[in-house]
């Protein structure tokens, strides 16, 4: 393999896997932009869709596209019971009090997972039986590839929905300004609500696409949970694109170092960029900073 | 006394009667315990001792400046593996401790400085990645024994041997016990108040001279300098450290601690150390369960109380003290 074989190697790969960060990075900022909860129990959600896809899949043998899809719309249940149960009556308001909620609520998820379906690694199986595509000396692996496509549409329809939608525009709206939006008439619960569904059908749509590169466990998403508030961070906190920019630029620039500079490192390499970002640009990449009202 | 109504209230360490009885059986209750109890028990109070320490450590961070930590199990780590590498060289106890401070201190800087720039979530996640550095770094170190870690004597000083159980919690008593006494002291300073200036209003601190930028790094100095003593005093308690015992699972439990015992009460974070160790022990015997208990706990406090422990506390007190009325 040559130079340049192996580098554009390296870019595929991490831009299949920055996929994944992307669409974690994705869920955790829809989620603060709109509430200021910095989301813990995102992995932990994803995993129980997860879960919840896998036993549709290999106890009920529902067809494979189907048993996603309803993973998806369970998610999506549990995400607005999360609101309605857990966030809306909880007495502790303040940013970080929500923070230890969903810290609590990812221990809870994570333990229910462990009580319900055990420890031990489950292999999920995948749509097509995998196999090595080869462009010139660039090898692929199909079900990468299919990972990262799923990935990319899923941003894409994300984006339609805030684009074109009256609920997107809406949650624009509430993020923006939650008094003002309630104020002319918007239903601020019901657009909170589907902030949570949204977010915990990303969570489950990142979980599902990571989960066959690995095996399935309840701490398989710990690492891309990481990874993905890293790549928030990047990007910036209440910037969408940021969350996809720094998903990407976070994927690539780690399997660089992997390549050219040192395996070991690669893991603590991510925490190494975050600290540089943010020395520079406080915000993230296209974040904006809060107006702060005296 | 629930409310300061004078200057000199906020002057006192100890205020009223009521607290004075509560401190004094507190610490005749510690000083008793080991003579009255098996070696188990022993083991976790001291340990409750140090994870007190980290705390309040945080409570100084997060409760009186605002600035949020996930990271504080790498001070920790920092503080146990210096003291561990230092004693094995053959360096006296007391100077090990003072470097386990003094390098730890030295990284508080290296992090207050970079986050006096950030806020909110953006410093959660940058603590949170120290945290992880420090395990990555330690777990591929070879002189600190990689990932297989390392063993921790426990000392022998003035010609006492702690190497028992019991000797041993004598000295983290009192070690721990004076730096809390200094912390509660360093509260009601001015510094404590300059602390909590720049955590209600940062903008009205600095009109009023307070230079920000030195607060909040002392603030992460003195933090990560107490935690590097926790450290130092839990690599000899446990007697083997490895990284993976400083994982973020420890970081998000201190932070519990802090916030459970009610954000912003010194008090309120050895309420909060006490009640997540002691949780921790107990929930551990129902093994599967154990997380998912832990967990729902957890939620329970955040949807229940939002001043935590310390604050259902007060808010009990203050009951008593306007009641029939």
Redesign the interface.
Known sequence: MNGLDSLVQALVSGASIGSVYALVALGLVLL?RTTRI?NFAHGDLGVAGTFIAYTLLTQLRIPFGLSFLLALVAAAAIGMLIYLL?VR?????????????T??????????D??LFGTSNKVVPTLVPDQILRFGGVSLSLVSLITSLFGVVLMVALWALLTFTKLGVAMRAVAQREDVAEAVGLPVRTVLMATWAAAAVLATAAALLFAPTTLLNPTMMLDPL?KG??A??IGG?NSLPGAVLGGYLLGILELLVGVYISL?FK??F???V??LV??LK???LLGRADV?R? | MLFRERYENDLWLIRGSQAWVIAGIAGAALLALPLLVKGYLIYNVTLFFVYALVALSLAVLVGLTGQVSLGHAGFLAAGAYTHAILTQQGVPYVLAILAAVAVTALLGVLIGVPALRLEGPYLAIATLGFGLAIQQILNNWALVGASTGTLVDRPMLFGIDFYGDRPYYYLVLALAGFVTWLLFNLERSHVGRAFRATRDADLAAQMSGIGLARYKTLAFVISAGVAGLAGALYGPLVGYITPEGFNLMLSIKFLLMTIVGGLGFLPGALLGAGFITGLDVYLSTFRAWSQLAFGLVVIGIMMLEPAGLYGRWLKIKRFWKSWPL
């Open positions: 603060y910095l857990l009556p909880a007495k502790n308001q303040s940013e970080l009090g929500l923070l230890i909620l810290l609590g609520l990812a221990l809870a998820l994570g333990g229910l462990a009580l990481s508030f890293v928030a961070v906190m070991e893991a603590s991510a925490f190494l975050v600290v943010l020395v406080p915000h993230g702060k005296v």
